[in-house]
């Protein structure tokens, strides 16, 4: 790349306007195809420097890390062990932004994602890459769902609060006649387990995850059947009075209830 592209695009991404940033955003993409994205090493570190805004105090720089994040899934495979080390920067913005570029890479990103789960025992490393896997859209996840049934059972609670909601994006993606048998009932199995979780979270995305088994066509009408009641004792609306107390568990089974 040309030294003075390099210069351009190092000010315009260092600025604090957000359409100046996009125009760089924008000459890094047109550079790609120049050089090629094998080559654009440079441009991908500078690309995945914008990762580290804070948009809650810069909204107005939201489409900026939006874009980013879409620029940086174009680089290609090269950068997943890139993106698999910023899921334990220390830095939540970036750890956030690489899970969704890594979603973003799809498929090609399955295998070294699930091989940096297994080679670690840091919760909040594990935690992240279960988010990555929420992200990717692909029928491919399948061969990830183990690993997430298992994590739904977890004692650290960011684990298992992620997990959980993990199963619900799988169950998106996963067509219905994959997810089946043993697996389909170890799904609904540990999902069931987690709506007695201490942790109100847990049992909002555990009611959340079984309302989108049932949204996507993995419930048989029996299984459909046996939830609808437990929806109703959820939200108090079945006579008995004992429904959970924290809305935002009341709120999710209420939805999960119009899919069933």
């Known amino acids: 790349m040309p030294d ?17 940033i996009l125009k760089g955003l924008r000459l890094v993409a047109i550079e790609i195809t120049k050089i090629g994205s094998s080559e654009a090493k440079p441009l991908f570190e500078m690309v995945s420097s914008l990762f580290y805004i804070d948009a809650l105090e810069r909204p107005e720089l939201v489409p900026v890390i939006d874009e980013a994040v879409r620029l940086a899934a174009t680089f290609g495979g090269w950068v997943i062990p890139i993106l698999i080390d910023h899921l334990d920067a220390g830095d939540i913005k970036a750890q956030w932004a690489a899970a969704n570029v890594l979603g973003r890479i799809g498929a ?6 699930s091989k940096a789960y297994a080679s670690t025992d840091n919760p909040r490393l594990r935690a992240f890459i279960l988010y990555a896997f929420g992200k990717i859209k692909s029928p491919a996840i399948l061969k990830a ?7 739904t059972q977890s004692s650290d609670l960011e684990v ?4 959980t909601r993990t199963l619900g994006k799988l169950a998106e993606c996963i067509p219905a006649s994959a997810l089946c048998g043993e697996l389909k009932q170890q799904f609904i199995k540990c999902l069931r387990d987690n709506l007695s979780d201490p942790n109100a979270s847990v049992r909002a995305k555990a009611i959340r995850s079984l309302g989108k088994l049932a949204k996507y066509g993995h419930m048989t009408e029996l299984e459909q059947k046996d939830l609808k009641p437990v929806c109703s004792k959820i939200l108090g609306a079945d006579g008995n009075n004992d429904w959970d107390c ?7 089974a209420g939805e999960a209830l119009a899919y069933l």
């Open 145 to 151: 769902a183990p690993a997430v049934i298992a994590a």
């Open 246 to 252: 924290a809305f935002i568990v009341r709120k999710e």
């Open 108 to 113: 090609d990103a399955i295998d070294p994602v």
């Open 4 to 20: 003075d592209s390099y210069h351009t695009i190092r000010l315009l991404l260092a600025s604090q306007d957000p359409e100046e």
């Open 160 to 163: 298992r609060d992620t997990a």
